[in-house]
């Protein structure tokens, strides 16, 4: 029996099927195949690499959306999975684009150490706080659309349904129209307007319930997740539930809280030249992340009196407000990522008795 060849494989993701490619050690390739986003595709395209040879790693595309659940099949079977951004312009302009080329370039940044990075599990508790949290975050801005349409058609109206609602609180705009009951004349633009602002009302209502439930879910969940990062100063269950979402449900795939802050878009980035030494503002990284540290920094500067000093301190230097956010992001970056590393995201197996 001969000793198998080692090879790597690489996946373009879609939404019914996955191309999948396969090079030897040395960057030859060996194979390129389709499969469909099945079950059962999953396996034939499992067994396809392994016909192959010794499975070194799997570079995916998209571990984070069409690529997820061929990921956590792969780590199932205890194949290591890279995740691989798409190529860049310039190599799409020089080979071209296509799914086989696509997904032979996966494989070849994997090989060549230009793609590194850990996918998220998405097995764990955080999944759950995430999935849970798309619906929230949809609601409140469906919520908020709904509220400023109210108040468009408000202005609009004719003065006799304006001046009724002109000088209402938000609360007080919705309980009143949605226990209006306007006439049933839709030609008359008062009634019409009138059954438009009810409805809306009814819409926002509804949508303050959805808001609610979800916050009653996340809440337990994010206090499970991370109890000893919802007690730092000014983290709240929304703030803290986006960091643990960056992180994922395997926060160990950050080699460094220096990582976790480039990854939130919290370090800076070296622009120098010549006999220039500087750095500039990073406006690559998670963009939510990145806001959530932003919240936490304005409420620490409110009301924690550390925070207070620091600022003071700053200013008196002559630094900016903008360059003490950026500082304290940072900082608060750093003081995030230690008690993410301490948190066991993933429910652990129960122990097996004899």
Same mark, same amino acid.
């Given at each position: 029996?001969?000793?198998?060849?080692?090879?790597?494989?690489?996946?373009?993701? /879609? *939404?019914?099927?996955?191309?999948?490619? =396969?090079?030897?050690?040395?960057?030859?390739?060996?194979?390129?195949?389709?499969?469909?986003?099945?079950?059962?595709?999953?396996?034939?395209?499992?067994?396809?690499?392994?016909?192959?040879?010794?499975?070194?790693?799997?570079?995916?595309?998209?571990?984070?959306?069409?690529?997820?659940?061929?990921?956590?099949?792969?780590?199932?079977?205890?194949?290591? =999975?890279?995740?691989?951004?798409?190529?860049?312009?310039?190599?799409?302009?020089?080979?071209? %684009?296509?799914?086989?080329?696509?997904?032979?370039?996966?494989?070849?940044?994997?090989?060549?150490?230009?793609?590194?990075? *850990?996918? %998220?599990?998405?097995?764990?508790?955080?999944?759950?706080?995430?999935?849970?949290?798309? =619906?929230?975050?949809?609601?409140?801005?469906?919520?908020?659309?709904?509220?400023?349409?109210?108040?468009?058609?408000?202005?609009? !109206?004719?003065?006799?349904?304006?001046?009724?609602?002109?000088?209402?609180?938000?609360?007080?705009?919705?309980?009143?129209?949605?226990?209006?009951?306007?006439? *049933?004349?839709?030609?008359?633009?008062?009634?019409?307007?009138?059954?438009?602002?009810?409805?809306?009302?009814?819409?926002?209502?509804?949508?303050?319930?959805?808001?609610?439930?979800?916050?009653?879910?996340?809440?337990?969940?994010?206090?499970?997740?991370?109890?000893?990062?919802? &007690?730092?100063?000014?983290?709240?269950?929304?703030?803290?539930?986006?960091?643990?979402?960056?992180?994922?449900?395997?926060?160990?795939?950050?080699?460094?809280?220096?990582?976790?802050? /480039?990854?939130?878009?919290? $370090?800076?980035?070296?622009?120098?030249?010549?006999?220039?030494?500087?750095?500039?503002?990073?406006?690559?990284?998670?963009?939510?992340?990145?806001?959530?540290?932003?919240?936490? $920094?304005?409420?620490?500067?409110?009301?924690? &009196?550390?925070?207070?000093?620091?600022?003071?301190?700053?200013? !008196?230097?002559?630094?900016?407000? %903008?360059?003490?956010?950026?500082?304290?992001?940072?900082?608060?970056?750093?003081?995030?990522?230690?008690?993410?590393?301490?948190?066991?995201?993933?429910? %652990?197996?129960?122990?097996?008795?004899?």
């Amino acid at each position: 029996m001969t000793d198998e060849i080692a090879v790597v494989g690489g996946v373009n993701t /879609h *939404t019914d099927f996955h191309q999948a490619a =396969v090079i030897d050690s040395i960057g030859r390739h060996l194979a390129t195949e389709s499969f469909p986003t099945t079950p059962n595709g999953y396996q034939r395209l499992f067994d396809w690499l392994r016909s192959h040879g010794d499975v070194m790693a799997v570079g995916v595309e998209g571990t984070g959306a069409y690529g997820a659940e061929l990921a956590r099949f792969l780590r199932t079977n205890q194949v290591t =999975v890279v995740d691989v951004d798409r190529p860049d312009r310039r190599a799409r302009r020089a080979n071209g %684009k296509s799914d086989p080329v696509d997904a032979y370039a996966a494989a070849t940044a994997v090989l060549s150490g230009r793609a590194g990075g *850990t996918p %998220k599990t998405r097995d764990g508790i955080v999944e759950a706080i995430r999935c849970l949290r798309v =619906v929230r975050r949809s609601a409140v801005k469906s919520r908020t659309q709904t509220m400023n349409q109210i108040r468009g058609l408000i202005i609009t !109206a004719p003065s006799d349904v304006r001046e009724r609602l002109r000088e209402l609180s938000a609360s007080q705009l919705i309980t009143h129209l949605a226990r209006s009951r306007p006439g *049933t004349d839709a030609s008359d633009p008062a009634n019409a307007v009138r059954t438009a602002l009810r409805r809306l009302a009814r819409r926002h209502q509804y949508l303050t319930g959805e808001i609610t439930d979800a916050n009653a879910e996340l809440g337990p969940l994010v206090a499970q997740a991370a109890p000893e990062l919802v &007690a730092l100063p000014g983290v709240g269950t929304e703030t803290a539930a986006q960091l643990l979402i960056t992180a994922g449900d395997n926060p160990d795939r950050l080699k460094s809280e220096g990582s976790f802050a /480039h990854l939130c878009a919290a $370090a800076p980035v070296q622009a120098s030249s010549g006999r220039t030494n500087r750095h500039r503002l990073n406006r690559g990284g998670d963009r939510q992340a990145n806001n959530a540290l932003h919240m936490i $920094a304005l409420v620490r500067m409110r009301y924690d &009196a550390r925070t207070q000093d620091y600022v003071a301190r700053r200013t !008196a230097q002559g630094m900016s407000k %903008k360059d003490i956010l950026r500082c304290l992001k940072r900082f608060i970056a750093r003081e995030v990522y230690k008690h993410l590393a301490r948190q066991s995201t993933t429910p %652990k197996p129960l122990l097996q008795t004899a």
